[in-house]
């Protein structure tokens, strides 16, 4: 069965530092893979998402991410953290033909200053 | 433009009473609908999609269900509420079956 791991619960960053949410799929074949930002008490909005082609993907609000086949892993990047970015992110893959997508447990990011 | 709409935001309901959630999407047609649900501090939990009227996919046995009378419309509901039906309930739609617009959910606490 498909799986989506998020292995850290939640990170702390300081503002102005790098970050890496770490995400790992567990599929047979090449995925759709999504990122998803939460912010308290509202909805998902997507970040960014790999379909095929260039493994490293820019998504908005400076996020990118890098599809990696042999590591079956597709991490979240971004070189400098804002406050702003505190919130809780979402790791999902779908399939071609499938109508579901599946998501990770989330990882909660905080932001100190 | 595509937007979706779901409503109410918060909902505060006694162990027992009725649901009625509602999820509208405007600016596609024939979109795939799908009903989430968060517990506090958990991951989403996929209840029911549907890939066109009248079709609903459940995803989890429970006293919830979903039905999706127009095109762009999609009901979650439930003829009695329980205490554990308390969370925050996602709507979500998307035309290709990837890539999910969500709504901007509905807190529900059931007392």
């Known amino acids: 069965a498909q799986s989506v791991t998020q292995p850290d619960i939640h990170i702390t960053v300081s503002e102005g530092a790098s970050l890496e949410l770490r995400c790992n799929y567990s599929y047979g074949a090449t995925p759709y893979l999504f990122w998803y930002v939460q912010s308290p008490g509202q909805g998902l909005q997507l970040l960014l998402k790999y379909f095929s082609g260039d493994t490293l993907v820019q998504g908005i609000k400076g996020f990118e991410a890098e599809f990696k086949r042999s590591q079956s892993s597709f991490n979240l990047r971004k070189p400098s953290v804002h406050w702003s970015d505190a919130a809780e992110y979402f790791c999902a893959v779908a399939y071609t033909g499938g109508f579901k997508t599946i998501f990770g447990a989330g990882t909660r990011l905080f932001v100190k200053a | 433009s595509q937007t979706i709409h779901q409503w109410p935001a918060t909902l505060v309901q006694p162990v027992g009473s009725p649901l009625s959630l509602e999820c509208t999407v405007e600016?596609?047609?024939?979109?795939?609908l799908y009903w989430y649900r968060q517990a506090a501090g958990r991951g989403l939990q996929l209840l029911f999609y549907?890939?066109?009227?009248?079709?609903i996919s459940s995803e989890v046995p429970q006293n919830l269900s979903a039905s999706r009378p127009q095109d762009r419309q999609f009901i979650l509901s439930s003829k009695k509420l329980l205490l554990s039906d308390s969370g925050f309930y996602l709507c979500a739609w998307t035309e290709t079956g990837v890539g999910y617009t969500f709504g901007s959910g509905t807190r529900l606490t059931v007392v």
């Open positions: 600016g596609t047609s024939n979109p795939n």
């Open positions: 549907s890939v066109g009227i009248g079709q």
